[in-house]
C-alpha cells in the first residue's frame, strides 16, 4: 500500500522531483503505535506539485498479535488525476504460539474510479522446531492502482503454499539441514495463465556460521503481456514463456577477520539463457575498521538482437569507527550497464543521543531511476545533503 521511494520520483522517467518540505511524527500511547507523514513536492518539469499524507494506526492484542489501519491520500495538480487515495485495515493473530493467522484488505478510489480496485488477502502460518508450512491466498483487482504504494501484480488470482522440513543430524560441525519446497500459482482474474514457479531447496547451517543455499530447481512459467525491458535497447517481447533455473551458494564461517560468500545461478531466461555470479568479501582489520569489496557478473544469451551481453557491478566498502558514536562509510562503485560508470558515496554519522541522528552525506554519480519502467536519460549528478533526527518522549 505504501512505498517511501514513490515520493520525490517521476514514476515514467525515474528522474527526481523537488520536494518542498515534510514532516513525519511516530510514537505510542498505550498499546496503540501511530505514524503519520504530510510531504509536499513542487511542479518540475512535467511533474505537477503533488502533496502526499499517510497515517497508520496499529494497537497491540495479545502477545505478537495486532490490528491495524492505514489512509493514503494524495492531491495532484494534474488535471487528469487530481487525486489517488487508498485505504487498508491488516491484522495478525497468534495462537497456542505456533499458530500465525494474517489477513488484510485494501482498495483504492481515482477520478472515474471502476470496479476491480481491491486487495484481499489472507495466510495461515505454522512454525516449530522441525517444521514450517505456509499457505496463503490473495485476489488483486486489475484496476488496484495505490499510487503512493508498489505492487508486484495486479489482476491476480494467487494461492501460494510452503514447506520447510528442519533437522539437527549428529554430524559433526553441522548445525541444521533444511528442505524446503513452495508452489505458487497466480492466474489473472479470468484464469489465463500468468505467473507459476515451484521450487526445491536445500540448505545448511554449520556451527561457526557457515552455510549453504542450493536450488535444486527453480521452474518458472510466465506470460508477457506487455514488451519487458530489461538492458537498454533489449525487450523481452509479449508471449508465454517457460524455463527452469538453479542456485549454488555458499558463505563462509563468521568467526574469522576475513570472511567471504559466493553466489551462483544458472539455467534458462526467457527463451535464452542467463547466469549470476556474485562474490563478496569482508576483512576486519581492527574492531574500528572493516573492508569489504564485492562483484556482480551478469551473463544474458538471449535471441534478440543485440540480446548477447554482460553486466558487472563492482564496489568497495569501507567502514571506520573513530567512537561508538561517531562512523564513517565510504562505497565506490563501478556499474556497466551506465554510461558513466563510476560513482561514490560518503557517509558521516553523529548519534548525539539515543535514537537521535545527525548524518553528512556526499554522492557523485549516475541519478536513481531503477524504478522507472522505460528507458529514462541517464544524468550525472553531484549532491551534499545534510540529516537530522531528534527523538523524544512525550
Known sequence: MFFSRQIGIDPITGNQVPINGGAKLTGTLGRLELGIMDVHTRSSGPNPYSNFAVVRLKESLWAGSYVGLMGIDKRSGNVLDMFNQTGGADTRLIFFKDWFVDAYVAGTRSPGSVSGASDVGAS?????????GLVERRKTGPNFNPEVGFVQRTDSNEIYGDLTFKVRPRIEGVRELQFEGFLLHAPDTLDQVSTQEWQGTFRAEFNNGAYTDNDIADVFTQRITTPFHIYKDVFIPNGVYHFARHQLTYGSGQDRRFTYNFFERFGGYYGGTLNEFRVRANYRRTAKFSISPSATWDRFRLPLPNGNFSVVLASLQANYSFTRFLTFTSILQMDTSNTQAASANLRLR????????????????????????????????????VKWTYSFAP
Open 124 to 132: 495461515l502460518t505454522y512454525r516449530s522446531n522441525w517444521l514450517e
Open 350 to 385: 553523529y548519534n548525539y543521543r539515543p535514537d537521535s541522528d545527525l548524518y553528512i552525506i556526499y554522492n557523485v554519480g549516475t541519478q536513481f531511476a531503477s524504478i522507472a519502467p522505460a528507458n529514462p536519460p541517464q544524468v550525472r549528478e553531484t549532491r551534499f545533503a
